[in-house]
């Protein structure tokens, strides 16, 4: 992955050994080699470390050639791609969390300004009462900034924006004609949880959001930044109020996600599709362009272009209205069921 | 409707010509006639411009005859009432997405105080650290403003009411002893969402929320502004954290909705009503007086006066339990379903 | 119950006979008996008042013996323990309310800090600007309050804690490395409804909050305090965004709750268990350590250690697919249903 250093500050390089010390891990390999940065499996780039933590060895494509180093289970060290270093441990996950950290830092709140960036608010922006805007951030022509809404460090913001009273946004670039209502929280961290040693972790999360032109964002919505990839929310996208938008989702254009819309983590939903009311889709699903999904539908699966689905699990919404039709005919009034 | 230029600055008049040229829609009548403010059709008043956009023809009653001009597709320029002007469009609802924006403004938080307007904060009212009251507010005896707290231009708040730490309100009106939890948005835009020529676009909403005495509102609710009507809250009516009341709802008095409850729009619930946890109404959906909705139900239609419903979605309780009951029995432990 | 001092006043004691003449009960037995707390009645200790409003006579264990005065409806009187003052009266639940709010006052926003009663911020401790820390509250070393948070009086957190932007806490005690997102509402009134004479009233809800070591707690997640008791989040628990957990929840180690999780109040929920996205749970209910409960399940009853259940109503995990794949069977393609 690419690491925004608007949002995060690099810490590294450090040593194959060095992050061994760190995480109890035995070295298979050069432990001089140098890491600069840290990845999912499957796209780690030259000097990045990943982790495998799979229940089976690892196949063609699952772990990336070009990583550094990769954390893994003992039994797996030779599964590894040739030149990736086998970082050997019982916890691959836990430990690759754990070396993130001496890695990357999500720059923070109170941290001095960093010396060659600016902050870059338009004569014509208007901040009102209360706005904190950090360093680093950029605000476009004519946006305004309700009160007590807080700007993160480095956030760009395009012209013609509406962020609301208490809305808060980090680790993001948002475009132009973006609607980001009271109380949203756009790029706080996903929800990732690994297993340690004492008990559950956050796994890291080090990328950002992307929000294009003419979206709207509901109150009291959170966005989550990815975790290492981005969440992008497409041109013209409509949330509504008290949605939830997990890590590395990608919606499309003119998305329409109705209030207690629920998506999980790297879901990709297509153009034009629209969500009712108290939608959730499990992680990794895709939703196909202009699909219709019927309020409180719970989808675990994927869902083709322009059909209509309903229910919990969803199913093409026919079947599920046939259904709930047929069970009620077999209970009903005079009748005895079968 | 009726506009409350506490919260809404009027922009006009603008003539029909006007419009026209704004929308690029044809004029079918007096071209010179003035526009003052936007409307839904079924009510719209002297001055005021609305648009139809049904699949069939407008229905008697569908179209105010009071209204100076309707933006509707080329067909149905016959069927408007004699004397309203038609304005023929292929996307009637987005033009008059965009004849309200030259008629009607909502208050920034950074315009300038109006003149003729005077912030009224009662001596025994407090105004805890970081709080910001807008111009034009009214806040009664003893209420407390917590800290970070956001009030906007000309809401009026009662007496002995509380409002929470970061909670923010706009275009409303609040009783007496009414309780506003930390966080909670009252007076956000609704959603509502209509296609235009690139895109899903914002449909205008220019209500006002109205909050009777001893409401009490949890924490990081929502409760959306209506769109050419109020959105009402009743009397002694009790919201938990986190529910999302939409525009133009109707709570009677002593409601009571649980967590993660959704209220679409235009619903109507009567006096005394309960609702469960995380239940979900469909739009314009009228629920009676004394109706007990259980939990995690989905309801799409009228529920009369007095029912116990449950299910998604929703029906009476008692079929709903005999559905799950005899389904259980087919499938159960033991017995073979047939 | 105990009543903490750093988060409520006390104003009694008060007579027995000044709760009558306060609440127009009758008295029966002791009027000059004093009274200094409120409590729920199974737990009542010597000086607090409690009420009995059950629709059949108490039980043995149901009022404690302790208990100085309980209000309860007249037919009720002789069935209370000896020694407890009966104060009679139509409604005895809300005369609790009413009582209460003569014996404890929480601590307002707007309080003068007591006089002994210190602020102790840790020199490395950081505060972001526009965050407000109220006097009373004490932040541990290393600890990062965000911008425009809000901490409450009295509110004590430990080390190496990160409060997001715009958060709130109040009532609450926060141990070591625990991180609270943006908007997350931690320590607010639960959601107590009881009827009063002129309709729904907000029972008293005098408890606190505490979060143990290395708890995440998501964006806009609430987290109320307790009513007569505490609201626990054991270590290592791990909560997504847009979360609701209610009075009186006691969460275990490491347990996990996805997006839209709704606790009701009192339920527990034993160490390890994983809660999909938007699972509720009905109040009361416990879920054992391990239980694994799929997303969009309604739990209405207890859940045995180590299963994994799903649906609503929430069932063991394979009857609920067996009965999805056997309606399914009935009414689909080609096949007509019996």
Redesign the interface.
Known sequence: MSIDRRFYELLGPVSVSDLATLTGAAVHGDSTAQVTGVSAAHNARRGEVCYFDGAKPPAEGDISPTAVACFVQEKYVEALPAGVVALSVAMPRSAHTLAAGSLLRLR???DQPQADVQTNIHETA?????A?V?PGAAIGEQT?I?????I?PGVQIGRDCEI?????V?CALIGNQV?I???A?IG??G?G?TA?P?????APQYGRVIIQD?V?V???T?I?RGAFDDTIIG????I???C?I?HNVVLG??V?V???G?I?GSVTIGDGAMLG??V?I?DHVKIGAGAQIA??A?V?REIPPGDKWG???A?PIR?WL???A???????DGKR??
């Open positions: 923070s709140w109170t208007r901040i009102a009462p209360g904190y950090a305004v309700g009160p007590n809404a807080v993160g609301g009273a208490n809305a808060s980090q609607k209502y009271a109380g929280r706080e961290s929800f949880v340690g004492n008990g559950a972790e956050d003419h709207t509901g109150a009291n959170c989550d041109e013209h996208a409509k509504d109020n008290l939830q997990g254009r003119s329409l109705a209030s207690f629920g999980s009311g108290r959730g499990a309020a409180s719970g675990f229910g919990t699990p199913r079947q046939k259904e709930v047929w069970l009620q005919k077999q209970t009903g069921a079968k």
